[in-house]
């Protein structure tokens, strides 16, 4: 099964082969790390010519304050087509967490970048309404951040 997979790693290659940091295959699945820079053309080009017409999941992760990049987003793309599923990552520094947005890739994208910027603080250049989804607007900080007090930040008290 993986060897269709690595079949459309192979032609993300071919187009531009800086769309390819790395390549992960662990338990049937394919994750190809992209730069985020190229995320945006890698999902255009894996959507218009090889029929990953269907954006699954996007979601964040943090590695930790300690790790360097920080922060990675996860795409989980799938064909109805050829009942194919592909994972990109793209991985970012701490000090600048943005990535392009790809809501004009597939509309899906819209609450699931929103929910990632909400509990990460990942930020989505581009994207039409990128501002809290779960949490509220006033909220202090994003809540999925490790460093992030279990407890909440302490409200200010007068005594």
Same mark, same amino acid.
Not at 17 to 36: D, F, I, K, Y
Not at 85 to 106: A, H, I, M, Y
């Given at each position: 099964m993986t060897e269709k997979l690595h079949g459309f790693v192979?032609? /993300? &290659?071919?187009r531009d082969a800086s769309w390819v940091e790395n390549v992960v295959e662990a338990l049937g699945e394919v994750t190809v790390h992209v730069p985020r820079v190229g995320i945006?053309?890698?999902c255009y080009f894996l959507r218009?010519?090889?029929d990953f017409d269907l954006l699954a999941d996007l979601c964040g992760g943090d590695r930790g304050p300690e790790e360097d990049p920080r922060f990675?987003?996860?795409y989980h793309l799938f064909s109805?087509?050829?009942?194919? *599923? /592909? *994972?990109? &990552?793209?991985? /970012?520094?701490?000090?600048?967490? &943005?990535v392009d947005s790809v809501t004009d890739v597939w509309r899906t994208a819209d609450w699931h970048e929103r929910e990632t910027y909400d509990l990460l603080g990942v930020k989505f250049e581009g994207?039409?309404?990128l501002r809290r989804i779960l949490l509220p607007s006033?909220?202090?900080?994003?809540?999925? *951040?490790?460093?992030y007090p279990l407890r909440g930040y302490e409200p200010y008290s007068m005594n």
């Amino acid at each position: 099964m993986t060897e269709k997979l690595h079949g459309f790693v192979e032609k /993300l &290659k071919e187009r531009d082969a800086s769309w390819v940091e790395n390549v992960v295959e662990a338990l049937g699945e394919v994750t190809v790390h992209v730069p985020r820079v190229g995320i945006l053309e890698a999902c255009y080009f894996l959507r218009d010519e090889h029929d990953f017409d269907l954006l699954a999941d996007l979601c964040g992760g943090d590695r930790g304050p300690e790790e360097d990049p920080r922060f990675e987003v996860n795409y989980h793309l799938f064909s109805t087509v050829h009942y194919q *599923r /592909l *994972r990109l &990552k793209v991985l /970012l520094s701490e000090d600048d967490p &943005k990535v392009d947005s790809v809501t004009d890739v597939w509309r899906t994208a819209d609450w699931h970048e929103r929910e990632t910027y909400d509990l990460l603080g990942v930020k989505f250049e581009g994207h039409e309404d990128l501002r809290r989804i779960l949490l509220p607007s006033d909220f202090d900080g994003h809540a999925l *951040r490790k460093d992030y007090p279990l407890r909440g930040y302490e409200p200010y008290s007068m005594n």
